[in-house]
């Protein structure tokens, strides 16, 4: 799939991007209601709050949950870039062909962090991207090339910036006074501003997978999962239910 999204313009496979969001936001409400606990439906506040927590990065305290539409713009972005500069190089008609959708990535991708009338000079995606499209296969703007992995990449910079957005928004929300009331207390922003500054929402989901040591096994996945969800859930909360067996 992010093949795919990195090789197709977004703007034709949209059905694709928006049913890989929902089907993984899908799985995610599934695993946090396991069938041996009661459900207890949140408020649709709470429900945007924890949303916007789980997109963001594990670095700024979230949970690394990054949805593809955000992401499809940059994806494709990137491959052209990378493609454009790279030993094959675009011929004259494959810019002419690629630059309608090239150019409609980027001005989504301008859109997506809130200058939808183009880059603005100090903003971080000028490391990347030109200030015009028509400029996007030439000049030294395609810094996402596999010869040098640590020049800057389109993707991580729109994430940074849509993560660096999104938490400042949790936080004005968490310290505005006006915000507080029947399903967010003083508590509920405590411990979400708590959560975020100590960088530690899920230190499951902070271990570098690249080590073999941090990596389970299907079947010891399976095992470990079928156990807990056979294990008393008397405390989970006052109407949690006790697993059959």
């Given at each position: 799939?992010?093949?795919?999204?990195?090789?197709?313009?977004?703007?034709?496979?949209?059905k694709?991007?928006?049913?890989?969001?929902?089907?993984?936001?899908?799985?995610?409400?599934r695993?946090?209601?396991?069938?041996?606990?009661?459900?207890?439906?949140?408020?649709?506040?709470?429900?945007?709050?924890?949303?916007?927590?789980?997109?963001?990065?594990?670095?700024?305290?979230?949970?690394?949950?990054?949805?593809?539409?955000?992401?499809?713009?940059?994806?494709?972005?990137?491959?052209?870039?990378a493609?454009?500069?790279?030993?094959?190089?675009?011929?004259?008609?494959?810019?002419?062909?690629?630059?309608?959708?090239a150019?409609?990535?980027?001005?989504?991708?301008?859109?997506?962090?809130?200058?939808?009338?183009?880059?603005?000079?100090?903003?971080?995606?000028?490391?990347?991207?030109?200030?015009?499209?028509?400029?996007?296969?030439?000049?030294p703007?395609?810094?996402?090339?596999?010869?040098?992995?640590?020049?800057?990449?389109?993707?991580?910079?729109?994430?940074?910036?849509?993560?660096?957005?999104?938490?400042?928004?949790?936080?004005?929300?968490?310290?505005?006074?006006?915000?507080?009331?029947?399903?967010?207390?003083k508590?509920d922003?405590?411990?979400?501003?708590?959560?975020?500054?100590?960088?530690?929402?899920n230190?499951?989901?902070l271990?570098?997978?690249?080590?073999?040591?941090?990596?389970?096994s299907?079947?010891?996945?399976?095992?470990?999962?079928?156990?807990?969800?056979?294990?008393?859930?008397?405390?989970?909360?006052?109407?949690?239910?006790?697993?059959?067996?």
């Amino acid at each position: 799939l992010l093949y795919k999204v990195r090789v197709i313009p977004p703007v034709k496979i949209p059905k694709l991007i928006t049913s890989s969001d929902r089907i993984i936001e899908d799985g995610l409400n599934r695993a946090a209601r396991p069938d041996t606990v009661v459900h207890q439906e949140p408020s649709p506040e709470r429900a945007a709050r924890a949303n916007d927590i789980r997109r963001l990065q594990a670095k700024l305290g979230g949970g690394g949950v990054h949805l593809l539409s955000e992401m499809a713009a940059a994806m494709y972005l990137g491959a052209v870039l990378a493609v454009a500069s790279g030993v094959g190089r675009l011929r004259r008609t494959e810019r002419a062909q690629l630059s309608h959708y090239a150019t409609h990535s980027y001005m989504a991708i301008c859109a997506l962090v809130g200058s939808p009338e183009g880059i603005k000079p100090e903003s971080r995606l000028r490391q990347c991207l030109p200030p015009d499209p028509e400029l996007l296969s030439r000049g030294p703007f395609a810094l996402s090339t596999y010869e040098n992995p640590s020049r800057c990449k389109v993707l991580a910079v729109v994430t940074e910036i849509l993560g660096q957005r999104r938490l400042a928004r949790i936080e004005d929300y968490c310290t505005n006074k006006s915000s507080f009331n029947a399903s967010f207390s003083k508590a509920d922003a405590v411990w979400i501003l708590g959560m975020l500054r100590g960088r530690a929402m899920n230190r499951i989901g902070l271990a570098p997978i690249g080590l073999q040591m941090n990596r389970l096994s299907p079947v010891d996945f399976t095992t470990a999962v079928a156990l807990w969800l056979n294990l008393p859930q008397g405390t989970a909360s006052a109407t949690a239910a006790v697993a059959p067996g």
